[in-house]
């Protein structure tokens, strides 16, 4: 045999494999991202809960896919947490919006964590837990989720807090005639402490860094400046949540 | 959320005390690779046809190879995240990979080289030929799947260490003054061995990845060597008639 049959074609075909699992979990991750967008896009949107649900379980159905799909994937492409880190982010970003929205509270992660499986194993009633605050339900089957922890936790709150910023601005300019300044408030004062969370774990950790779900301290990685780069965008949305009640409740009054 | 936080600290500093072990574990494993090194770095000045057989091939090969195990074992056994685990681990697979190569090249090397027609197997599924195949390198080091990309890597460490030799041969030759000698051979022996290799790589479709990069200065090693057997050759210098099987 030659060298090409003991040594090369081998080689290619599984360096082929390879790469079409990474490619095959690229496009999955892509449609987790868009889907998770659009579910955002749907919290967003002033419709009635029945509307907003039965728009939010067509999304699931797909997240629900795409994430079976991954974590059987996954098992043999640990190599590839990088990739799927990005639109775990968005999911977590869409969780945490939308059950903020609902309850002017931070989702658990460990309710988080129940409510992926169930969409794993297309359990989709936790979704009265979600917008309704419905009590939820513990899921039987003992599935691994190996793809997501804390970290990318952490790194989807940051973008949720973008999210909580939309909100609070357009409550604040709707057309019911009235200024919704207590609501307002009320997210304002979540972001503050969530902030100061935040700025706690940067004192504590200067370099703190988040890069394939391994937490590290060290000043100019990758990781650390894009944690760097999301809390310079949760300073600048505290700071126009700010802006938008000082103009709600002073410069915007004639009489005070 | 203070809960939640407070979870978060502890998770970070668990990831930082594995990450001070693992940085431990690899300087560990650093000093354990120098009497390879040291070894190689021997080798790489004496002639071919000095080049003496070693018996204890067989003994080194296992060093390697327990040296491979322990650190592995070690790496396996610490509780961190893969993310975490995976530099040091492709680390300790890769510089075990290239060591055996190595050692493998240079005992195939000096067994066949004689003054007369020099014949090298290039690669062999029984024997070791002058090229390990990855079956065998994963038979020796006990793998249950071998990763071609790192065996790969190592393969193109390999010829900058077959490159480097034929160069420090040619000098080494040159220096002793003696126009007619067997050990100009070994360049147009090397150029072929990394011709095959360039043929084979060329059937890869590679990614712009690690293995990519190392592969694009190949062709430069291959041109430097084309250049030295083109000079010495027409100098007269090769005179042994080489086989590559």
Request: hydrophobic share 40%; glycine share 2%; net charge negative.
């Amino acid at each position: 045999m030659s060298s090409d049959d003991l040594i090369f074609i081998p080689a290619r075909d599984e360096l082929r494999i390879k790469q079409d699992d990474r490619e095959e979990i690229i496009r999955l991750v892509r449609d987790i991202t868009s889907y998770s967008k659009k579910c955002i896009f749907s919290c967003h949107r002033s419709i009635g809960l029945k509307k907003l649900k039965s728009e939010l379980l067509e999304y699931f159905k797909i997240l629900s896919d795409r994430l079976k799909k991954i974590r059987i994937m996954y098992i043999t492409n640990l190599h590839l947490r990088g990739n799927i880190s990005g639109a775990i982010e968005e999911l977590i970003e869409f969780f945490t919006f939308a059950y903020f929205k609902n309850t002017g509270k931070l989702l658990p992660y460990n309710d988080f964590i129940i409510m992926i499986k169930c969409l794993i194993l297309e359990k989709f009633e936790f979704i009265d837990y979600l917008i309704e605050d419905k009590e939820l339900e513990k899921v039987d089957d003992e599935i691994e989720i190996d793809f997501i922890d804390t970290s990318d936790y952490l790194m989807g709150l940051f973008d949720c807090t973008g999210e909580i910023m939309r909100l609070s601005i357009s409550q604040s300019t709707n057309t019911s005639g009235n200024f919704k300044a207590k609501e307002t408030w009320e997210n304002y004062k979540f972001l503050q402490k969530l902030y100061e969370q935040f700025i706690i774990l940067v004192q504590l950790y200067p370099g703190i860094s988040i890069y394939k779900g391994i937490y590290d301290n060290s000043i100019n990685s990758k990781g650390s400046i894009s944690f760097k780069k999301k809390l310079e965008v949760f300073e600048s949305s505290v700071k126009k949540i700010e802006a938008t009640l000082i103009d709600m409740l002073v410069s915007d009054k004639e009489i005070i | 959320m203070d809960q939640f936080f407070k979870e978060i600290k502890n998770q970070i500093e668990t990831d930082f005390e594995k990450k001070s072990a693992l940085q431990d574990l690899e300087h560990q494993f650093d000093v354990s690779i120098i009497p390879f090194k040291s070894k190689f770095n021997d080798k790489i000045t004496i002639l071919p046809n000095k080049l003496k057989s070693e018996e204890n091939v067989s003994v080194f090969i296992s060093e390697v190879v327990s040296n491979y195990e322990k650190f592995s074992k070690s790496v396996s056994e610490l509780n961190a995240k893969f993310g975490q685990k995976e530099r040091l681990q492709n680390k300790i697979v890769e510089e075990s990979i290239y060591y055996l190569l190595i050692s493998n090249y240079f005992q195939v090397l000096s067994n066949s080289y004689t003054n007369e027609v020099i014949r090298i197997q290039f690669v062999s599924e029984k024997e070791n030929g002058i090229i390990l195949t990855p079956e065998q390198v994963k038979s020796l080091l006990n793998f249950d799947k071998i990763d071609y990309q790192i065996y790969l890597i190592s393969l193109l460490k390999l010829i900058e260490v077959i490159v480097e030799y034929t160069l420090n041969s040619v000098i080494n030759q040159s220096i002793e003054n003696e126009s007619i000698s067997s050990n100009y051979s070994i360049s147009l022996i090397n150029s072929q061995i990394v011709s095959k290799l360039q043929n084979g790589f060329q059937l890869l479709d590679l990614k712009n990845d690690i293995l990519r990069k190392k592969y694009d200065s190949l062709k430069y090693n291959y041109q430097r060597l084309n250049k030295i057997v083109y000079d010495l050759t027409l100098r007269n210098l090769i005179t042994t008639k080489i086989e590559l099987l």
